[in-house]
């Protein structure tokens, strides 16, 4: 499947993008904030392309202008999130690269994937969360509609070996309809 916004284009990961997934992901700044380390070497980024970034909704944020890949986004379904088990709800995640911050670049694919979630895969309730201090996070969660449900504390994050507090949010169908 592939998605297209104004600037973007939403499609899945390839092979091929090891090598930018790895110029962006590299940053210690874009994946410890979310939870995973920054990637050591181009054969990690492959990996994880293979074996984390391959979801059925997953996709890799590119612009437009190039079709590289800049960030990622995705709906993770029934089975794949921790936070409902629902047939009708998902989590939506995403990470951007550092040159591409301040630019609304994933406030436009998280409508493109609610408009996905709710009018195409049946979804009645969105998920997102963010670790204490992931400001950008939390923005764009504002700016997506997303309201504030709950705070876990004492949360693992495995990838990290760390506890965290994780602060839950949620938008419904009805809630983004009239958005």
């Given at each position: 499947?592939?998605?297209?916004?104004?600037?973007?284009?939403?499609?899945?990961?390839?092979?091929?993008?090891?090598?930018?997934?790895?110029?962006?992901?590299?940053?210690?700044?874009?994946?410890?904030?979310?939870?995973?380390?920054?990637?050591?070497?181009?054969?990690?980024?492959?990996?994880?392309?293979?074996n984390v970034l391959c979801g059925k909704e997953a996709y890799a944020v590119c612009l437009k202008e190039d079709n590289r890949a800049i960030g990622a986004i995705?709906?993770?379904?029934?089975?794949?999130?921790?936070?409902?088990?629902?047939?009708?709800?998902?989590?939506?995640?995403?990470?951007?690269?550092?040159?591409?911050?301040?630019?609304?670049?994933?406030?436009?694919?998280?409508?493109?994937?609610?408009?996905?979630?709710?009018?195409?895969?049946?979804?009645?309730?969105?998920?997102?969360?963010?670790?204490?201090?992931?400001?950008?996070?939390?923005?764009?969660?504002?700016?997506?509609?997303?309201?504030?449900?709950?705070?876990?504390?004492?949360?693992?994050?495995?990838?990290?070996?760390?506890?965290?507090t994780e602060h839950i949010s949620y938008v419904t169908k009805p809630e983004w309809l009239k958005k």
């Open positions: 499947m592939v998605l297209k916004t104004e600037r973007l284009i939403l499609r899945p990961w390839e092979e091929s993008d090891a090598e930018d997934l790895y110029k962006y992901a590299k940053d210690p700044e874009v994946g410890p904030v979310a939870g995973w380390q920054a990637h050591k070497n181009e054969a990690e980024s492959l990996s994880v392309i293979k995705e709906l993770l379904l029934k089975g794949y999130n921790h936070i409902s088990e629902k047939d009708d709800e998902c989590e939506l995640g995403f990470w951007l690269g550092k040159p591409f911050w301040g630019e609304d670049i994933i406030p436009e694919a998280g409508k493109e994937l609610l408009r996905r979630a709710f009018n195409e895969l049946g979804m009645k309730k969105v998920w997102c969360g963010h670790y204490d201090g992931n400001t950008k996070s939390a923005r764009v969660q504002e700016k997506l509609g997303f309201k504030y449900s709950h705070t876990n504390k004492n949360v693992p994050v495995p990838l990290m070996n760390d506890i965290r």
